[in-house]
């Protein structure tokens, strides 16, 4: 066995040189490689000063100086790195190989990664288990039914990585570095040589990781690129990162997230792929070109569908031009025969020629002008037509009477309105009328404006009919203007000369038939109305019914409020003094003064009706009825006369409350007078008077009691009931 390894066993694990390399250690290796890695587990000498990389012991006494720090809590998250130190011995000298271990031969059928740990220890763990009967390559357990490989860890990429951080965490078989393999292969070198270590030697050619290759196609790239924006940095700010042991330079703040992401999977990869660290320039070029040949894909896919959609819109404009040519052309023609239109019109309405179109004429040539209904309504052909139409129809109304026959010439404007008219709806408050409604406006408004000025308003008949005829054709605002303007304000003038003392003619006669056509519009002469008859009324007696038959028609036009008001100041006080001169005189009574009160039933609310008759009436018949009752009476004559009144009073009122009670007092008066008396001028009085106050209280009092209920006949003559 040699005491050193050659450059020829170097160079059989793909660790060539041109330069002679004596005495490199893999340590050495490592630390030219990443000189960070072990700075805190080697003191700098001055043979590292002098020799840097190439610096070894020859053994000739001088010896390293190695810095041992306390022993850091171990990460078991990583793998086991393999550091070699130290110098090899000959047998005789007891020297140490670089990797001074005792060899033990794996003979189970285990992998050969089994207890390899146990490289760097004394291997108490694996003498202890075959104390207890355990053979490599058999299960664990007193029947070996246990498991026979190691449960493997698994190691996580990144700092403080939980669990499923990174996707699912499936552990495969463990791989061996090339490190590992190294170490191994120079282990058994200094071993005696068998087949099967040789055969183990040679497992890291076979077992060489394969690199494996990704291919995109294009239409791989645009689809993954579709949503995806294309890099171009165009922040060329300088940035200096003073975070690490040494000062970086990055161009744009994007390049610092980059080489942070970079540096971690670095430290997290534990050098598994150390093919990347070779060549980082290569590495670093092949990336930019690979994004700048997608970049460039997925702009000039952008750019073509780009093209591709101006294509799009310029046929849609092609198009649409090529439409408004067609009705350009269209429209030509039809101003071409719009202009042959006006120069007959012309040519007929010329005074030289002595001719001129008919309504039937103007009629068919309006006809031609809308038969392109496009060009009428952009260019306003009515405009042509109107000129010869409106001086032909003011001829055609000229004989025209309101008075004596409204529907004249209304068959021409039928056959115009729908010809003309656009919107039937339209106002007067747009920038243009409606053609139709201009024609009436100018044509027909003017007749109808000088019939009303000539108009009695006592004669209603007549515009009633005529705005009745002509509604259907008429727009609404005209009508409003006929009633505002031209009618309300005639109405106004005849209300404020109309005396009711001397008028034969009732007022509501020629009002109310305009109801349907202004009910809100003629509230304001309400008003002078009512004063009116206020006056009027100031020297009426209730025994005149004239003053009924003159307010009872404004009794549902008039508003209740206003009708009350009304009846009790001027209707309610004269029916009092007439009541109050109503007397009661059991045997002959005279009921003029109460019909002319009664009469007001339907004209007066029954609960001013009953306050009348509560404080002058009641009063008055309670007093007779003491006085009769005092001189011991035939009790059925005052049966009779107490019905007699009730009856005269309509049911209405004698529902109200004041009316009902002074009938109960009443009943109670005649109860309370048989209940004490001694002496009764005939037989069964009391019977009598206690049915009968007991059945009118119940309300069972009618027509057949009264002829049965009372048998005794009066010993006096009876005074007569009431008519």
């Not at 042509?384 to 068959?411: A, R």
């Not at 005829?469 to 303007?485: E, K, V």
Request: one cysteine or more.
């Amino acid at each position: 066995m040699t005491d050193q390894i050659s450059d020829n066993e170097i160079s059989d694990h793909d660790y060539e040189d041109d330069d002679e390399m004596e005495g490199v250690t893999e340590n050495d290796w490592a630390f030219a490689m990443n000189p960070l890695e072990n700075r805190n587990k080697k003191k700098f000498t001055k043979n590292d000063a002098i020799y840097g990389i190439w610096n070894e012991s020859d053994g000739d006494g001088e010896e390293e100086e190695y810095d041992y720090q306390p022993a850091k809590p171990s990460k078991y998250s990583k793998g086991v790195s393999f550091v070699s130190s130290g110098k090899t011995l000959n047998d005789e000298k007891q020297k140490s190989t670089p990797f001074a271990i005792p060899k033990r031969k794996n003979d189970g059928k285990v992998s050969g990664e089994f207890a390899s740990f146990e490289k760097f220890n004394t291997g108490i763990g694996s003498k202890l288990m075959a104390k207890m009967g355990y053979k490599p390559g058999d299960g664990l357990g007193k029947t070996g039914s246990g498991i026979v490989e190691p449960i493997i860890a698994h190691v996580r990429k990144g700092k403080k990585a939980g669990m499923g951080y990174f996707g699912k965490e499936k552990v495969t078989a463990p791989i061996q570095s090339k490190e590992k393999k190294f170490a191994k292969d120079v282990l058994n070198r200094y071993d005696e040589p068998d087949d099967a270590s040789i055969e183990e030697s040679q497992q890291w050619k076979k077992s060489a990781e394969k690199v494996s290759y990704s291919y995109k196609t294009v239409d791989q790239v645009l689809s993954e690129g579709m949503f995806k924006s294309v890099k171009v940095d165009t922040n060329k700010t300088k940035v200096v990162d003073m975070t690490g042991p040494q000062v970086k330079e990055y161009e744009g703040y994007s390049k610092i997230h980059a080489q942070a992401v970079k540096s971690d999977a670095y430290k997290t990869s534990a050098r598994s792929d150390l093919k990347s660290e070779y060549f980082p320039e290569l590495v670093y070029n092949v990336k930019v070109l690979v994004d700048m040949t997608e970049n460039e894909l997925l702009s000039n896919h952008r750019k073509l569908q780009y093209e591709k959609d101006n294509i799009v819109n310029l046929k849609y404009d092609q198009e649409k031009k090529e439409s408004i040519l067609h009705e350009q052309k269209s429209t030509l023609l039809a101003l071409k025969e719009v202009t042959e239109i006006i120069r007959d019109i012309r040519s007929h309405e010329n005074p030289v020629s002595g001719s001129s179109l008919s309504l039937d004429d103007c009629e068919d040539v309006f006809l031609k002008l809308k038969a392109n209904q496009h060009v009428y309504m952009k260019y306003n052909l009515h405009k042509v037509i109107i000129p010869v139409l409106f001086p032909k129809l003011k001829t055609l109304l000229e004989p025209w009477c309101p008075d004596s026959s409204p529907n004249y010439g209304i068959d021409y404007f039928i056959t115009w309105k729908k010809l003309l008219e656009r919107d039937a709806n339209a106002s007067c408050r747009g920038r243009e009328l409606d053609p139709f409604h201009h024609l009436l406006w100018v044509v027909w408004m003017p007749y109808v404006r000088q019939a009303v000025s000539n108009w009695n308003p006592r004669n209603y008949e007549v515009f009633v009919k005529l705005l009745d005829t002509w509604s259907p054709i008429l727009p609404s605002w005209i009508i409003n203007n006929i009633l505002q303007t031209l009618i309300l304000p005639r109405m106004r003038n005849e209300v404020n000369n109309w005396d009711p003392t001397t008028d034969t003619v009732p007022i509501h006669s020629w009002i109310q038939p305009w109801l349907s056509l202004m009910d809100t519009s003629l509230s304001e002469l309400y008003s002078t109305i009512r004063q009116k008859l206020g006056a009027a009324l100031k020297e009426w007696h209730p025994s005149d019914p004239s003053a009924k038959l003159i307010i009872q028609p404004w009794k549902d036009v008039w508003p209740q409020s206003a009708m009350d008001m009304f009846l009790q100041r001027f209707i309610v006080p004269k029916l009092s003094v007439a009541l109050s001169e109503l007397t009661i005189n059991p045997n002959y009574q005279v009921l003029d003064q109460f019909h002319w009160v009664s009469s007001w039933n339907d004209m007066i609310s029954p609960v001013h009706l009953s306050t009348l008759f509560d404080k002058i009436f009641f009063p008055k018949f309670v007093a007779v009825l003491k006085t009769w009752l005092a001189s011991n009476p035939n009790y059925n004559e005052v049966i009779m006369w107490y019905q007699g009144w009730k009856t005269l009073f309509s049911p209405e009122l004698q529902n109200t409350p004041l009316v009902r009670s002074n009938f109960m007092h009443c009943l109670d008066l005649m109860n309370k007078t048989v209940s004490t008396a001694t002496n009764f001028s005939h037989s069964g009085a009391r019977e009598t008077v206690l049915y009968f106050t007991a059945a009118e209280r119940k309300g069972e009092t009618d027509a057949t009691f009264r002829s049965t209920a009372l048998p005794s006949v009066p010993s006096r003559p009876a005074p007569p009931p009431p008519p």
